[in-house]
């Protein structure tokens, strides 16, 4: 079953904040974010283990609470690379197999 | 990263022709390959999972007559669309994992069929 995300779209002016909310079903084995510009593959942006780990790397972090089967993404000071359409994609143990929300499109302004 | 190459890249076939897409992991051997489709503004949708040297696992839904999946090494797994129609154009994306964590997905490659 596929994970929800929320919201479905934001749009956001240069410097501001976001969150983007992935929720599963399913017990999860681990939660991949990516981005997708437009016409483009799927950029890995990290994955987030079972374990209820938290992971950043610039100003892009993310949550993983695995009890409740959800995760967020951070995106604070947005910059204009930021926009695109960010998926989750949930894996539930079957050896990668990822199943993914569907989507959530992010719009940063100047 | 690892690297995972699909080609082509882009592709318009006539109705009625087939088509062969690759998918390649470039620097580490893939037991496993995945088979995604992704429809204008939807989200990804798998396809079928491809295993080295064994036949490839179709979701419910995904004709495994029309797509044929081989995985024939390590490095390498085709996905060829059979008899296409212009319901079939989409943009195909393959995925390969190495049994760890990560899946790395390759550049995708966007069908037309006219």
């Known amino acids: 079953q596929q994970p929800v995300q929320s919201p479905q779209a934001v749009i956001l002016r240069e410097g501001e904040d976001a969150v983007i909310n992935c929720s599963s079903s399913?017990?999860?084995?681990?939660v991949h974010w990516y981005r997708q510009k437009h016409g483009e593959a799927p950029v890995f942006l990290m994955i987030l283990l079972k374990g209820g780990e938290q992971k950043g790397h610039d100003k892009i972090s993310a949550s993983f609470n695995e009890k409740k089967q959800q995760s967020s993404l951070y995106l604070t000071a947005s910059q204009l690379s930021y926009s695109g359409t960010y998926f989750c994609g949930t894996d539930s143990g079957s050896a990668r197999q990822l199943t993914f929300g569907s989507g959530t499109q992010l719009t940063v302004l100047p | 990263g690892a690297v995972v190459s699909q080609h082509p890249s882009r592709v318009i076939c006539k109705s009625g022709t087939s088509v062969k897409i690759e998918c390649r992991s470039l620097?580490?051997?893939?037991?496993?390959m995945f088979w995604y489709r992704q429809f204008p503004k939807q989200s990804l949708m798998l396809m079928a999972t491809s295993n080295e040297g064994s036949k490839a696992t179709y979701e419910q839904g995904v004709e495994k007559d029309k797509f044929l999946i081989n995985h024939a090494s390590l490095t390498l797994s085709t996905l060829t669309v059979t008899s296409a129609h212009p319901e079939d154009s989409s943009f195909y994306i393959c995925?390969?994992?190495?049994?760890?964590?990560?899946?790395?997905f390759g550049q995708g490659t966007r069908l037309t069929v006219v």
């Open positions: 620097d580490f051997q893939a037991t496993t």
């Open positions: 995925s390969a994992s190495t049994g760890a964590a990560e899946a790395f």
């Open positions: 399913k017990a999860l084995y681990s």
